[in-house]
């Protein structure tokens, strides 16, 4: 049996698909999955209708490796309309998705040994960038006490100039954590004595609620944004992602991204430019549904016995701390799930130091969040300790 190359042997199988899987194979029995991050609403019909028009204007082909021309142009206008820092198209280079962005970034700019700050919890696959680069992790651990947004001051004792990058999620899965301004300019600030260049993801900065989501890029230069439409326009299944950056770090992330995501799919690409810069009501109602459910698993999650939730301020999950039952999260997310066919996460899956705590997505209707609540609490208080 071949073992495989030494750098995949240290990556296993993300635990969301595990829980994923397990839900699939269950037949004849009620699941109520909490557990994949993909918004449940469908594609609005604007962008289909836009899709549909390309593929018959013949955008099937190859586009630029960079992307085409249009798309790129009207993010460069968004992000310094709306952003706050000055993007040209020259900027820009559309992915496929926001994982193969993050994958180019890792492969064209992170060397072998070099440090790397990836905040914990954090999404699973920042890790396996990171180990498939050789890439050494300085953890910087986020709490519920600080309602899991980085901390400057934790930020200062772990910064220092041997660290080469920072990975930043905000708003943060699986927290739904949102970074305040002035934290955002006080990590600047420390990034910018420290010279370590900035990789911020975003590609949830549209699902916010009781707080603005503020790009890195305002405040500093050493930044490199990763943003998606998977999120924000409910088409995971498009492949539509983007890198933001210099101009030479653009062109040598070019030179990973021509031979592994060559182009992201052109009719895609041609129906998001023709919208981008259109009223997008269907956005703001996603985000106010998202919110009402938000408001709805916090509040059960609080009334539970054993169970604190922080209320997120953006994306569509919550983390909550469930070690209070007397059970760490995988124990509590396998027994949940054979007890009462409910699926969440794990929160040990997005990092060691979360073990206490579980990820529930609510991008699921609210009906079916009322059940998996009421199922959630029978399971806790037949299980209390």
Known sequence: MM?????????????????????????????????????????????????????????THYTSNFGIPELREKLAEKYTRENGFEVTPENVM?????????????????EEGSKIIIPSPSFVGYYGYASL????????????????????????????????????????????????EDKVKAIAEIAEDNDIWIISDEVYEKIVYDRPHTSFGKYYDKVITIGAFSKTFAMTGWRVGYVIAREDLIEKMLRVHQYNGVCAPAFAQKAIANVLDTDMAFVGEMVSEFRRRRDLV???????????????????????????????????????????GVVVVPGGAF???????????????????????????EFVNENKR
């Open 3 to 59: 073992e495989g190359a030494k750098r995949v042997q240290g990556i296993s199988t993300s635990m969301i698909r595990k829980m994923f899987e397990m839900a699939q194979k269950m037949k004849g029995r009620e699941v109520i999955s909490l557990g994949l991050g993909e918004p449940d609403f469908d594609t609005p019909k604007s962008l289909c209708d836009e899709a549909y028009k390309a593929m018959l204007e013949g955008f």
């Open 94 to 110: 559309v992915t496929v998705g926001a994982c193969e962005a993050l994958m180019i970034t890792a492969l064209s700019l992170f």
């Open 133 to 180: 680069t050789g890439c050494r992790v300085v953890d910087l651990i986020t709490t519920d006490e600080d309602e899991f947004e980085v901390n400057p001051d934790t930020l200062n004792e772990v910064a220092s100039k041997d660290i080469s990058f920072m990975l930043v999620n905000s708003p943060n899965n699986p927290t739904g954590a949102v970074i305040s």
């Open 298 to 340: 916090v509040k059960r999650l609080n009334e539970m016995n054993g169970i604190s939730c922080v209320k997120p301020h953006g994306a569509f999950y919550v983390f909550p701390r469930v070690s209070g039952t007397g059970m760490d999260g995988e124990e509590f997310a396998m027994k949940l799930f054979d007890d009462k």
């Open 351 to 377: 990092g060691p130091e979360n073990e206490g705590f579980i990820r529930i997505s609510y991008a699921t209707s609210y009906e079916r969040l009322e059940r998996a609540m009421n199922l959630m609490e």
